[in-house]
């Protein structure tokens, strides 16, 4: 079998764009990955297109020759971009072998652990309020237009069967739009009494509306700096966070924050790969660790958690991507021991579920892990086309 053709496919999501990379074989076989260029991973189509010429020809059952390629002709600049791509590459291969061999994803992993993957209802509250537009007319679900649409929301997450719920800190300004709260001025993200006030009444609201059993996560990502992230952290105590979400590329600094609260700290998704993982975990900065398949390719993500499982460390799956990123992540979470929930985004436009030609299951907050080959479905290509990116 040798891979004769690249191509990718972007499709509007509504608020942001999917990506799919295709490979085409001189069996017929096609391979599916989704990768995702949104926010600050612009420019990975055309590094997906530059590194091409070094996988027309390839055989995609060889997917660790054909990784090892790629790596190898891209380690002077590896990490960022190109291992976006290389990931992408790898996972679309994975998809053609577990075809070729007539089994799931899984399979080639050592076979699933689980069958029914609990998951948490991600962006709570995030997409309703920056798009309210989207919810009514395209989109059956109710906006989020004021602190007060958080309650209702709450109790819609624990009326689903989700066990827990992550949101993001909102600015509702009247007359202006809705938007994610970060850290005062554009570069220096200092924190402000305000910032804090905030975080503490949109938790009170999603918490009366959910009630006590189901958890609550912030997410901070890179919105602020260790002394705001301290600061939140401290005046989020009481609610007994299932974990407080942060981003940063110093383990020493995400350590000293873990160390000064009793929330769990959850971090590393723009963490890529095993080398750059090491660090953290030295450091003991991280109680759960998040690891995304559609970034680092399923093999390197395997051997993340594999590393993570040696510091004790368990594992929540990153993703926040289109329909086949969710199939890909749940082949992830199946495999692995050390699995501790995956992210999940119920809020979707209509033609999401119908770009799969096999659409999966989520039924009482948990994902049902297919079991058709590869990752147990495939991009239809004329739903992708009829909603092109934007």
Known sequence: MKITAVEQLHVSGGWDNWSFLKLSTDTGLVGWSEFNQARGRRGLAQVIE????????EDPRNVSRLAARLFSATQS????????????????????????????VHELLGGALRRRLPLYWSHAGLYRAVHAHLFGPVIDAAAVRSPADLTGLGAEVRGKGFRALKTNLLRFAPGERTAVLRGSGPFELNIEKPIVDTAVSQLEALRHGAGDGIGLMLDLNFNFKPEGFRRLARALE???????EIDSHSPAALASIRQSTRLPIASLEAVLGRRALLPYLEAQAVDVAIVDVVFNGMAESMKMAAL???????????????????????????????????????????WRRQLLTAPFTVEGGEFELPAAPGWGADIDEAVARAHPAH
Do not use: Y
């Open 77 to 104: 600049t590896t990490g960022g971009l190109q291992s976006l791509a290389a990931g992408a590459f790898e996972n679309a291969c994975l998809d053609l072998k577990a075809k070729d061999l007539g089994i799931p």
């Open 50 to 57: 530059g590194l091409s010429g070094l996988v027309v020809g």
């Open 238 to 244: 009481p609610f007994d966070l299932t974990w407080l």
């Open 308 to 350: 993570l499982d040696a510091f004790d460390v368990n594992v929540a799956a990153h993703n926040s991507h289109g329909p086949l990123g969710s199939l890909m992540s749940a082949h992830f979470c199946a495999a692995i021991p050390n699995f501790r929930i995956m992210e999940f985004d119920p809020d979707e436009v209509p």
